[in-house]
């Protein structure tokens, strides 16, 4: 039976990615193809997830599963979150590919120079720059049996979903919104957004922790001529100083202990397209001028080299702390951030979006639900007036994270203030809420505002935007039996 994909024969030298703070680990490698490998007596374990770097061919990263583990020996499942990686990794196995009179799919003999195989008809000709992308879509069934079983069904509708998301925009051309708001800064926002992607110039995004600032970069790369290279975004502030370096400018074999290769930074990865540098105040001041000398020459030195490597990249840097006041304390080089403030946006925190509250949070709630496959559900007038009054100091994220977690508990066809985890003891801005007369009120949004707010007549009240004494008299006249309702809900 033939192969899904073809295997590099001889055993080759891998280096097991140690993550930050360990070392690189040495090991072997055999049978090396596009769907993974087995690599010999490394101690890995069943399950476990590493990365790899083949130390002949081109430079790719592996990123696999352990599947299988015994008598030392650990077979791998190769992963891929971006076509990129597998064309790397493709570029990778073509390269050590030995041409031998077998065939490299079933093992039959074939006669030398044929592009198909007469055994099992594959497809030999690996140097044609079309055959990955042919090879997938004639494996595309048996790459997507081989992964069903360790998935579930809302995980496999999710998929399903993403592969008509990809027919749609095929063929209509109609992609989802990256961003949603209709406010008069966010359509400032996204004119600013059209106008400098179509340049080369540095782009500096403020704005609070949640606003979208890896977003609003990604949306200029995608409008950009450069959206067919990579887009690589990093966090100054997640790694640790003493590795940040290595990460941005990469380095050369031997420069420090655990360097068995050299390997390059997120600047040479990025060559061709964009480099995205969030919390960029928060970068070391002794890499400062290191990024200066980039901007300036668009030139990157890796550590334990001797001389500068020319890369193409545009820059996108983003903060959330006040950057001109670093610069006036010295923390941040007045140079580097005239350089980088070629071009500012400033993103606005989602209380000053007015109605965007409201439109955000529905489009999120369409998009989870789908994405979780748990029917249609809408926000009850409560939520609504909730999202509506909620500071939200943790912006577009914290509504994320509150919409998901909400989608987790809901068992009813709404989503609830309880189930946003938002408190009713809100104080609502005034444009936010339209008074609604009392006679306007029916019984169950009367009930649902007692349940939601403990029977507590002054927090009911105050959601319902109406007096207490008009409250007494809403359920005097819906003959609403206040402790046999309370006495439910407990």
């Known amino acids: 039976m033939a192969r899904i994909d073809v295997r590099v024969q001889e055993h080759l030298q891998v280096l097991i990615k140690g993550g930050p703070g360990r070392p690189d680990r040495p090991a072997w490698i055999e049978g090396l193809s596009l769907s993974g490998g087995l690599i010999k007596k490394a101690s890995l374990e069943q399950g476990q997830a590493l990365e790899l770097r083949i130390l002949r061919g081109p430079e790719a990263e592996l990123s696999g599963i352990v599947v299988r583990a015994e008598d030392g020996n650990a077979a791998v499942r190769f992963y891929y979150p971006d076509l990129s990686k597998m064309a790397a990794a493709w570029k990778l196995v073509r390269a050590l590919l030995s041409q031998g009179p077998s065939c490299p799919y079933c093992g039959k003999e074939r006669s030398g120079g ?24 004639k494996t595309f069934l048996s790459r997507v049996a081989s992964r069903a079983g360790e998935l579930d069904g809302k995980q496999i509708g999710a998929v399903i979903r993403h592969i008509d998301s990809e027919i749609l925009k095929q063929k209509t051309g109609v992609e989802e919104a990256e961003f949603v708001g209709a406010s008069k800064c966010m359509l400032e926002i996204f004119s600013m957004i059209r106008k400098v992607a179509t340049t080369d110039i540095s782009v500096l995004i403020l704005g609070e922790s949640g606003t979208g600032k890896e977003l609003t970069a990604a949306a200029i790369h995608e409008r950009s001529g450069r959206k067919d290279k990579p887009f690589i975004a990093i966090n100054c502030a997640a790694i640790p100083e003493g590795l940040l370096e290595a990460e941005l400018f990469g380095y050369e074999r031997g420069s420090f202990t655990g360097a068995y290769a050299s390997r390059k930074g997120k600047f040479e990865e990025a060559d061709g397209g964009t480099i995205f540098l969030d919390e ?3 970068l070391p001041h002794s890499l400062q001028s290191k990024l200066l000398r980039f901007l300036e020459k668009k030139t990157v030195e890796r550590i334990g080299s001797k001389g500068g490597k020319t890369v193409d990249a545009r820059i996108i840097a983003a903060t959330n702390c006040q950057v001109e006041e670093a610069v006036e304390k010295g923390r941040f080089r007045k140079d580097l951030f005239y350089r980088l403030n070629a071009f500012t946006i400033n993103l606005p925190p989602l209380r000053d979006r007015g109605a965007d509250k409201i439109l955000l949070a529905r489009y999120f709630l369409r998009k989870f639900s789908r994405e979780q496959v748990c029917g249609t559900k809408e926000f009850s007038p409560l939520a609504v007036r909730a999202i509506e009054g909620h500071g939200w100091p943790g912006n577009v994220r914290e509504m994320i994270n509150r919409i998901r977690s909400a989608l987790v508990i809901s068992s009813g066809p709404e989503i609830t203030p309880k189930e946003l985890s938002i408190s009713m003891n809100w104080n609502p801005e005034p444009q936010a809420r339209q008074k609604v007369p009392a006679s306007k009120l029916d019984r169950d949004l009367v009930i649902k505002a007692l349940s939601e707010t403990g029977f507590v007549i002054s927090h009911a009240a105050k959601v319902l935007n109406i007096s207490r004494p008009s409250l007494y008299l809403l359920i005097n006249k819906y003959e609403i039996d206040f402790q046999k309702c309370r006495r439910a809900c407990l």
């Open 114 to 137: 044929e592009e198909y195989c007469r055994s099992c008809g594959n497809y030999l000709a690996f140097e044609d720059g079309a055959y990955l992308d042919n090879h997938l879509k």
């Open 280 to 282: 960029i105040g928060d």
